[in-house]
């Protein structure tokens, strides 16, 4: 079965959620780092995928948002998260 670029970017979603909530349950800072390095992975294979997919043409035009949206990931990550919700509503826009 193959599988495409897509569907495993999905699934991947949901492993990052799932990671996520454990840590908000548990308040276990080795898996916010674990969620910090699949999200930094996710992205990076995100970005690659878009960007080959693109030279044609196709799907350029969400490479914009797409970028502001793991940059602004990204910076809550490097620093303490003040607003948990704020940082979950930009997970879910992004998805």
């Known amino acids: 079965m193959k599988r495409s670029v897509t569907n495993l970017m999905t699934k991947h979603h949901d492993i990052l959620g799932n990671l996520f909530n454990s840590f908000e349950k548990k308040k276990d800072f080795s898996l916010f780092e674990k969620f910090k390095w699949e999200v ?4 990076f294979t995100e970005e690659k995928a878009v960007f080959l997919y693109s030279r044609n043409g196709s ?3 969400i490479i914009p948002d797409l970028l502001i ?3 602004k990931i990204l910076d809550m990550m490097k620093h303490e998260i003040t607003d948990i919700a704020e940082f979950k509503r930009l997970l879910i826009k992004h998805k």
Do not use: I, R, Y
Not at 40 to 43: I, L, Q, R, V
């Open 69 to 71: 949206q793991h940059n």
């Open 59 to 61: 799907m350029s035009n």
């Open 40 to 43: 930094e992975k996710h992205f």
